[in-house]
């Protein structure tokens, strides 16, 4: 089947927008992603592992989050950075992020990342869950855009999902009503459905193919996380 890439990706942004009420439900493991207090242990434990990482990255200095969304990752780097701009296409989810982080020392722009170019170089880049959502066929474009934000020492963490290499339920996610190849056929509280690209990278693949760009690279994986750090090879 031939996909109409720039449908699909105007289809993922109109999903995040109508999600952004919604979204927080998947972070937190409530409603329907509620799967019990030993998997919400498990989780939160998992998500420590993330937490901790980031920890001894030091997003430090001038730092740039992508897609930052509702926030859970932005409150963190608010703590560490010097300074903090982040790009989100989604107006209503950059207002809970504001709200979340209550910083009105942080930067925030509504912009589309496949066709957003920096100002300034920055000392950091980070991004969670939103390189699963760049196409494959856009990975090194992605990579490029990446570059042309950081200065020459600049640095790059990334956290995404993965699929849960035992087969568990928790990263299965109730509102995916369709798994397609590289993509999900989602639907909302409201019944309403939407295409999103969903690249579901290994550990090691996705090691190899950024290093494949030109970075030095570290990938790590938790069961239903990846994570690592990105630099100039
Ligand atoms: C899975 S969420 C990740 C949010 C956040 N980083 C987190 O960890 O919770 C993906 C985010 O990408 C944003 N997004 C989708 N398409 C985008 C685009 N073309 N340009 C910029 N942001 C986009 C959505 O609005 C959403 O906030």
């Known amino acids: 089947m031939v996909v109409d890439e720039d449908a699909l990706l105007a289809e993922q942004k109109s999903f995040y927008r109508a999600r952004a009420a919604e979204y927080d439900e998947w972070w937190q493991r409530r409603g329907h992603y509620d799967r019990g207090e030993q998997e919400l242990v498990e989780w939160q434990h998992q998500v420590g592992i993330l937490d901790a990482a980031l920890n001894a990255f030091g997003a430090r200095g001038n730092v740039l989050e992508l897609a930052g969304g509702t926030g859970w990752w932005t409150q963190r780097l608010a703590e560490t950075a010097d300074h903090l701009t982040v790009v989100d296409s989604s107006p209503e989810t950059l207002a809970l992020n504001r709200e979340r982080v209550g910083r009105p020392d942080v930067h925030y722009e509504v912009a589309d990342l496949f066709d957003w170019h920096p100002d300034s170089p920055y000392d950091v880049v980070f991004f969670s869950f939103w390189l699963s959502h760049v196409p494959r066929a856009r990975f090194g474009d992605f990579w490029a855009l990446v570059r042309a934000c950081l200065n020459p020492n600049g640095r790059v963490f990334l956290i995404d999902n993965r699929n849960d290499p035992l087969g568990g339920s928790s990263a299965r996610d109730p509102y995916v009503v369709e798994y397609g190849t590289d993509m999900h056929l989602r639907t909302l509280g409201d019944g309403s459905r939407y295409r999103v690209v969903k690249v579901m990278y290994e550990p ?29 090879a």
């Open 204 to 232: 090691d693949e996705l090691e190899s193919l950024i290093a494949t760009e030109g970075w030095s690279v570290e990938i790590e994986s938790t069961q239903w996380f990846i994570f690592g750090s990105v630099r100039h």
